[in-house]
């Protein structure tokens, strides 16, 4: 069985097309809400960043939806498993479908995100990886139906995709809060940028940086401390 251990609970990695990663990880640390009573995770795979927003907001209920039934059941399975099991609910749907009667504080995704090239011939793959299955359009618009007035949504992608989020997010009345570039390695070019969205709209949104490896390939000092809480001491 693939087991992907964390500080407070584990992760069962079988059924699900993507594996537990630094992307995950970089984003559910970074997710920053002062309401998050409720969220809500699109696209959850393993159910990785549903049970770490359990672990971040003790007092959240989280909804968590995959279209992949084996994503959805494996992440059933992995919160069920974990010491939030009474506050996190995984539903199998496409995000297109969903309905819910509450509206989310907090929304988080780690959206596919390869726009070019041929789709992979594993099919739960490409889902998961190919954002023709989950259009950034599709995405906003949803996001801006199901979140709240004071709301916020987080979402990591690729570095080359911030104009067309931004556009993308602009068209339904989501505006940037917060932007963190992150660099894979100390002097390399930023390869993901985690943004945040609000139906609020601020004058200068929040930037920052951060680097997750130095030059001989360790961890930083910087993304030990951010994870600690979930990773611990034997990162």
């Given at each position: 069985?693939?087991?992907?251990?964390?500080?407070?609970?584990?992760?069962?990695?079988?059924?699900?097309?993507?594996?537990?990663?630094?992307?995950?990880?970089?984003?559910?640390?970074?997710?920053?809400?002062?309401?998050?009573?409720?969220?809500?995770?699109?696209?959850?795979?393993?159910?990785?960043?549903?049970?770490?927003?359990?672990?971040?907001?003790?007092?959240?209920?989280?909804?968590?939806?995959?279209?992949?039934?084996?994503?959805?059941?494996?992440?059933?399975?992995?919160?069920?498993?974990?010491?939030?099991?009474?506050?996190?609910?995984?539903?199998?749907?496409?995000?297109?479908?969903?309905?819910?009667?509450?509206?989310?504080?907090?929304?988080?995704?780690?959206?596919?995100?390869?726009?070019?090239?041929?789709?992979?011939?594993?099919?739960s793959r490409a889902q998961a990886r190919h954002e023709s299955a989950l259009p950034f359009?599709?995405?906003?618009?949803?996001?801006?139906e199901l979140l709240n007035d004071d709301g916020v949504f987080w979402m990591i992608a690729?570095?080359?995709?911030?104009?067309?989020?931004?556009?993308?997010?602009?068209?339904?009345?989501?505006?940037?809060?917060?932007?963190?570039?992150?660099?894979?390695?100390?002097?390399?070019?930023?390869?993901?940028?985690?943004?945040?969205?609000?139906?609020?709209?601020?004058?200068?949104?929040?930037?920052?940086?951060?680097?997750?490896?130095?030059?001989?390939g360790q961890y930083t000092h910087e993304y030990r401390a951010l994870t600690i809480d979930?990773?611990?001491?034997?990162?």
């Amino acid at each position: 069985m693939s087991v992907f251990r964390f500080r407070h609970f584990e992760v069962r990695q079988e059924s699900s097309a993507m594996k537990v990663g630094t992307d995950a990880m970089v984003l559910g640390a970074l997710v920053n809400a002062v309401n998050s009573r409720t969220i809500l995770d699109i696209g959850t795979g393993t159910g990785v960043l549903a049970l770490m927003m359990a672990q971040k907001f003790p007092e959240a209920q989280i909804d968590a939806i995959d279209i992949d039934p084996s994503a959805a059941a494996e992440a059933r399975i992995n919160a069920e498993n974990s010491f939030w099991n009474d506050r996190i609910q995984v539903f199998e749907s496409d995000l297109k479908d969903f309905q819910s009667e509450k509206k989310y504080a907090l929304i988080v995704s780690n959206p596919p995100y390869f726009t070019n090239g041929l789709l992979n011939p594993d099919r739960s793959r490409a889902q998961a990886r190919h954002e023709s299955a989950l259009p950034f359009e599709l995405l906003f618009a949803r996001v801006s139906e199901l979140l709240n007035d004071d709301g916020v949504f987080w979402m990591i992608a690729p570095a080359d995709a911030m104009n067309e989020l931004c556009v993308e997010a602009e068209r339904v009345n989501l505006w940037p809060k917060n932007r963190i570039d992150i660099l894979g390695k100390e002097g390399g070019s930023t390869v993901r940028k985690v943004l945040s969205f609000s139906p609020n709209r601020t004058e200068n949104s929040e930037q920052d940086c951060l680097t997750i490896r130095n030059l001989d390939g360790q961890y930083t000092h910087e993304y030990r401390a951010l994870t600690i809480d979930f990773h611990g001491v034997s990162v």
